[in-house]
């Protein structure tokens, strides 16, 4: 076997084992902040419904615009992380969508 493909072959199955092992972590952790949400939403609706709180959602709006560009701006020069690496990447995601179906 050519040493190339057995390269590509071993990132390929390190990248699934640790998409498997993350998956793992995902379900337990959002299981977690599920019932954070929730508990939060209560909360929100029960103040929402005695007056206690006031969402004035116009002026949220205009407070969030600037930090949209900057984030945006500070995200476009990290597209290309997103290609290195590309099998191990793949054997990721196909380990963490497996991990994530059990």
Excluded: D
Excluded at 59 to 65: D, Q, V
Excluded at 69 to 83: D, E, G, K, M, Q
């Amino acid at each position: 076997m050519p040493e190339h493909v057995v390269i590509i072959a071993v990132s390929f199955i390190i990248g699934a084992v640790l998409g498997w092992f993350t998956s793992l972590a995902i379900k337990a952790t959002a299981r977690v902040l599920g019932c954070l949400v929730v508990i939060l939403f209560v909360l929100i609706q029960f103040f929402g419904y005695h007056e206690i709180l006031h969402w004035n959602w116009a002026a949220l709006l205009e407070l969030m615009r600037p930090w949209a560009s900057i984030v945006t701006s500070r995200l476009a020069p990290n597209f290309n992380a997103f290609t290195y690496n590309l099998p191990l990447s793949g054997g990721f995601l196909i380990g963490l969508l497996v991990g994530m179906r059990r």
